[in-house]
């Protein structure tokens, strides 16, 4: 059916592509794309070829228009080279300019790895904070960093290996010694989870930093953990001992 369709792809694993997300791609009239030949690839796996549109967020406004046009008799799938279309990757003003044309949209779930890393940080899930990439300039990114910071919610931040380093330094100026977690190469063949305090991390993590594709997760501000039921107990005789 015509329309716009939104599809996750994998962030490592060619095995984490749903079969949903394979047909569709199989049968989509033509497939917006970041590069061509990432998606080649991918297609060539699944035994395909599609015609591909090359798509940024920044295309000239006419390469949307045309794009918004065709839905209205073609199935176009948005792919970006990797996870889920929108999450720190084109699409946001397509969909924007294809639900305002009054076109069907449809999204086919998948791989992020923003959702992946909370999964192996084993830090709080039920609030969390998704900032994507930092600024890079050391200004705008301490900014950034403690308005992020005082938000009571996990952040989940994308990072690449050459700016661990820097960014975990940063992290660990202005908002203190939090627990986090970085992780690595997720669903890879070296993926990798290293959990510690931030300094811990800054240690492990030296300068000119790990290959590889990073997502750093850091505890809430004052994130204490529960007592221990011993330290219940005790804390309860105390309290008893001083009742009038
Ligand atoms: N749209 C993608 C998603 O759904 O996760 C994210 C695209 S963003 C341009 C690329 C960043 O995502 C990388 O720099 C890294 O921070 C993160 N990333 C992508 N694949 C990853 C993986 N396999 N392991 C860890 N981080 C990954």
Redo the contacts with the bound molecule.
């Keep these: 059916d015509p329309g716009l369709y939104i599809v996750?792809t994998p962030?490592?694993n060619l095995g984490d592509l749903s079969p949903r997300a394979a047909s569709i791609l199989a049968r989509a009239d033509a497939i917006a794309v970041e590069d061509s030949r990432v998606t080649a690839k991918l297609l060539n796996h699944i035994g395909t070829k599609r015609r591909m549109i090359p798509y940024h967020d920044h295309s000239a406004d006419h390469v949307r228009t045309d794009l918004v046009a065709r839905l209205a008799t073609e199935s176009i799938a948005l792919v970006?080279?990797?996870?889920?279309?929108l999450?720190?990757?084109p699409g946001y003003k397509l969909v924007r300019a294809a639900r305002a044309a009054g076109h069907a949209i449809v999204t086919i779930p998948g791989?992020?790895?923003?959702i992946?890393?909370l999964t192996l940080a084993g830090l709080p899930t039920d609030r969390f904070l998704f900032a994507g990439?930092l600024p890079v300039k050391e200004k705008a990114k301490a900014d950034t960093i403690l308005e992020l910071g005082a938000v009571r919610a996990t952040l989940v931040l994308?990072?690449?290996g050459p700016r661990l380093h820097a960014t975990l330094t940063a992290l660990h100026t202005h908002l203190g010694n939090r627990d986090a977690a970085v992780?690595?190469?997720?669903?890879?063949a070296y993926e990798e989870a290293v959990t510690g305090t931030l300094s811990v991390l800054i240690e492990r993590y030296a300068e000119g930093g790990p290959r590889?594709?990073?997502?750093i997760v850091v505890a809430p501000p004052g994130e204490a953990p529960p007592p221990e039921p011993d330290a219940v107990d005790a804390l309860l005789r105390d309290a008893v001992t001083r009742l009038p």
Excluded at 212 to 215: K, S, T
């Design positions: 996750a962030i490592g970006s080279d990797a996870g889920t279309p999450i720190s990757d791989p992020c790895a923003a992946a890393a990439f994308y990072e690449s992780t690595r190469e997720i669903s890879k590889g594709e990073i997502v």
